[in-house]
């Protein structure tokens, strides 16, 4: 598991600022379906700064609810500070925001 986790701090690291991916779109950079795993990976990230996990939302541009560092209102702020824009119903805009790799 080690080395899965590292190759997903590795793509997190890739994702500009202002911009965001979702768990499914690393899971298929990876090779796999298990968007779970890559909820753990950043669950589990030691180094928000150097890996930037909240810049990760799910398919429709929901915040992790138990985001590592402080919960969904950090992560909001932190993906706020970077530019990203958000819904009426609280969604990252992924039109606008969502990159590709």
């Known amino acids: ?8 701090y590795e793509l997190v690291r890739q994702v500009p600022q202002g911009k965001v991916v979702t768990y ?9 379906k298990d968007s779970r795993k890559v909820g753990w990976a950043l669950h589990a990230n030691p ?10 939302v799910n ?3 929901r915040l992790a609810p138990n985001f590592a560092f402080s919960g ?7 993906l ?3 530019g990203v824009t ?5 969604l990252v805009d992924l039109k ?3 990159s590709q790799f």
């Not at 598991?1 to 997903?8: A, D, I, T």
């Not at 180094?47 to 990760?56: A, N």
């Open 1 to 8: 598991m080690v080395g899965f986790f590292k190759r997903v």
């Open 24 to 32: 499914g779109q690393i899971a298929k950079k990876l090779g796999t």
């Open 47 to 56: 180094d928000g700064e150097k890996r930037p996990c909240h810049r990760v």
């Open 59 to 61: 398919k429709n541009g």
């Open 72 to 78: 969904e209102e950090e992560q909001r702020l932190r």
């Open 80 to 82: 706020e500070k970077e």
């Open 86 to 90: 958000f819904t009426k119903d609280g």
């Open 96 to 98: 606008k925001h969502q």
